[in-house]
């Protein structure tokens, strides 16, 4: 850490204390209000599911036998008419 932002004791016990006690948030909703106002901000999103990442065990069922039964797919009785 440069020294001007003193020890790395001081630094952490204020981020800690700012983070806990709403001061990031407050900063961020100011931030956005002013942003919005000026009509900076598209509030549009979309969230691509192929870059969001997964925690690493959600990545598989359970391991191990099947204690569920399993489906099976007949054919119509109706047949399909031209």
């Keep these: ?16 204390r ?3 006690d709403g ?5 961020l909703r100011a931030i956005q209000a ?9 509030w549009l999103v979309s969230v691509d599911s192929t870059i969001v990442r997964a925690h690493q065990h959600a990545a598989g069922g359970k391991k191990g036998p099947s204690t569920g ?13 031209d």
């Design 18 to 20: 700012w983070a806990l």
């Design 69 to 81: 039964t399993k489906r099976v797919i007949t054919p119509s009785v109706d047949p399909v008419v």
């Design 23 to 27: 001061t990031f948030s407050c900063m």
């Design 1 to 16: 850490m440069p020294e001007r932002y003193g020890s790395w004791q001081t630094l952490y016990t204020r981020f800690r």
């Design 34 to 42: 002013e942003r919005d106002a000026a009509g900076d901000i598209d």
